[in-house]
């Protein structure tokens, strides 16, 4: 009886010390790996060539005028966009304007519109929008709501009795916004202002319809023209380090500075401030903003929608893209969802500095442009397994990789909600470690799992240039047959291809603002 008391004893000792789930750690440390392979591909590729292929091919005028374009644009757009979503953010969340839950929900839905529709309906509108200019107007419109959610949500936690404590210092409303607001949204400025310029410099659709060449149009080009040529390779390579280098600004930017308060803070609402006179002016605001991000592609789309009649509904087309495209995404979400479980719960149940260099590979290949994750995939099968190339699997795994961020940061959250004695009463009560996981840990965070699902099945749903380089033969998604038919200029037709997509994406773009609402108290 002692013996088998004894035995239970250190069987419940190891269940405490190792989660009970031993094989977790090798999972997430084999999923680590597989996402760095992106970045191991850039790093090899460059160390084959050699010094005088990398030299000549980055050394260039081509690649000078793609850096300078690529530097432009995410110089004049990132500051726009932050501009543009903290007046936002302070009229719907500290001012009285009049339907401000409305104009906060409209701040938001652009996220539902793909940024190539968006580039297609001001294409189509206005014919003569080119260059440099018209990719900083169409990218500020797609992707200012990465700015003003986190925006909005931490102005709405902000606690009052800091501005108060200002105000009665003498400061005036100008000053307490520059000197106590707006340091305290530096968090948030960061994170929205990186996730908006890694979108920059991933996009591929939005600046083809627009004819402006960034790093990721260029890939494409030359991939297109010779396969897996070094040329190409070295682009992405350079690619590579404008998205590290992006990350390295926002760390340097955020600084580590406190922002958490000790206590619930102030028991009240902050008050809003009255506009008076200034209503109207402030209303033309987000009714401008909504009429250029919402009104220019729904407006666009119905009218090609009713130039083509009914003739541009083929629905044996259309049924078959919107089935593949369902699948895939429901595939890759699924892919992305239970991959990140491992390092999800290694981040929560074991911290430590292996641990955090683990996750920072998966956050760090999760910022690489699609376009990279493609032509390293390609490379890979082509010269290790040539019978996976253009399968099923190798897109799957392209979307897995690339939006295992998405789930891994919802299964983190809703994992640090569920006790993890729940986990050790479970196996020291008897149970194998994969069924006490699952009985307890698994389950409470199925939310959060459904969460990074339909976040990582959204982004699928509009990705384009990782399905065009590494799809089977066959595979026609929504997004293209939208691209091939607006490629012919065949605008009619593309038009329910992009009204389904905006269709698809507007109930997953309205349960992420309602989750920001909650997660921000409200």
Not at 39 to 66: H, I, K, N
Not at 322 to 349: D, E, H, K, N, V
Request: charged letters at 10%; one cysteine or more; proline letters at 6%.
């Amino acid at each position: 009886m002692r013996q088998d008391l004894a035995a239970a004893a250190v069987k419940g000792r190891r269940a405490r010390r190792h989660g009970g789930v031993p094989w977790i750690p090798i999972a997430a440390v084999a999923v680590s790996l597989f996402a760095s392979l992106p970045l191991g591909f850039v790093v090899v590729a460059a160390f084959q060539a050699g010094w005088e292929t990398v030299s000549a091919l980055v050394f260039r005028p081509r690649v000078g005028e793609l850096l300078t374009n690529t530097l432009f644009l995410v110089v004049l757009t990132v500051p726009v966009s932050a501009a543009l979503a903290v007046a936002l953010a302070w009229l719907t969340e500290r001012s009285d304007l009049p339907g401000a839950r409305l104009w906060s929900w409209l701040a938001v839905a652009p996220l539902a519109v793909p940024a190539f529709v968006h580039s297609y309906a001001w294409v189509t509108l206005v014919p003569g929008m080119h260059g440099l200019w018209a990719g900083v107007f169409i990218s500020v419109i797609a992707y200012f709501p990465f700015l003003y959610l986190p925006i909005a949500a931490a102005l709405r936690r902000l606690d009052p009795a800091l501005e108060d404590a200002a105000a009665s210092l003498g400061l005036s409303p100008r000053r307490v916004l520059l000197r106590v607001v707006l340091p305290q949204l530096r968090l948030a400025l960061c994170g929205g202002g990186l996730l908006v310029g890694l979108h920059l410099l991933a996009e591929y659709g939005l600046y083809v319809f627009i004819r402006f060449d960034t790093f990721t149009t260029a890939i494409v080009d030359q991939f297109q023209s010779t396969f897996n040529g070094a040329a190409a390779n070295m682009l992405a390579g350079v690619l590579v380090l404008c998205c590290l280098t992006l990350l390295g600004v926002e760390v340097l930017v955020r600084g580590e500075e406190r922002y958490a308060r000790v206590g619930p803070g102030a028991a009240r609402l902050q008050q809003r401030a009255r506009l008076g006179r200034m209503t109207l002016p402030c209303l033309a605001l987000p009714l401008v903003v909504a009429m250029l991000s919402l009104g220019v592609p729904f407006i666009t789309i119905g009218r090609w929608l009713m130039h083509g009649g009914a003739q541009v509904w083929r629905m044996d087309e259309i049924g078959l893209a919107l089935g593949q495209t369902l699948f895939l995404a429901l595939a890759g979400g699924l892919l992305a969802t239970l991959a990140a479980i491992p390092m999800a719960w290694l981040s929560i149940r074991a911290p430590g500095r292996l641990q955090r260099g683990l996750e920072g590979l998966n956050y760090v290949a999760g910022s690489l442009p699609g376009v990279v994750v493609a032509l390293a995939l390609v490379t890979i099968t082509v010269r290790v397994a040539l019978p996976l190339y253009q399968t099923l699997f190798t897109i799957i795994a392209a979307y897995g990789l690339m939006f295992l961020p998405r789930a891994l940061i919802s299964l983190r959250a809703s994992i640090a909600q569920a006790p993890v004695e729940l986990e050790r009463a479970a196996a020291n009560l008897g149970r194998p470690p994969l069924r006490a996981l699952w009985a307890t840990t698994i389950r409470l965070s199925a939310p959060g799992a459904a969460a990074g699902l339909a976040l990582s099945a959204l982004g699928i749903t509009n990705e384009l240039t990782a399905t065009q380089m590494l799809a089977p033969n066959g595979t026609r998604t929504l997004a293209m047959a939208f691209w091939n038919h607006s490629g012919e200029i065949d605008y009619a037709a593309a038009a329910p291809y992009a009204a389904i997509m905006v269709a698809l994406s507007l109930p997953l773009t309205w349960l992420l603002y309602v989750q920001s609402k909650r997660m921000a108290g409200r």
